[in-house]
């Protein structure tokens, strides 16, 4: 996980935005609060910078 997030970091994205979460199929509890946890956290990055270079006009803001 490490060498990912190394990488990241390198292409000009937050090391952040990757992460690893171990839950067995009896923790849905768990799985709904780590999605959610993670969805706040990229939310509050914003959108990936290299993407939207690659998308250019294709979208209509309220798809971005």
Sequence with gaps: MEHVRNILQQIGLEPERVE???LSSAMAGEFVAA??????RIKTMGKNPLRSDLLGDRHTESER
Excluded: G
């Design 20 to 22: 690893m979460v171990n």
């Design 35 to 40: 999605a959610t946890q993670m969805t706040e």
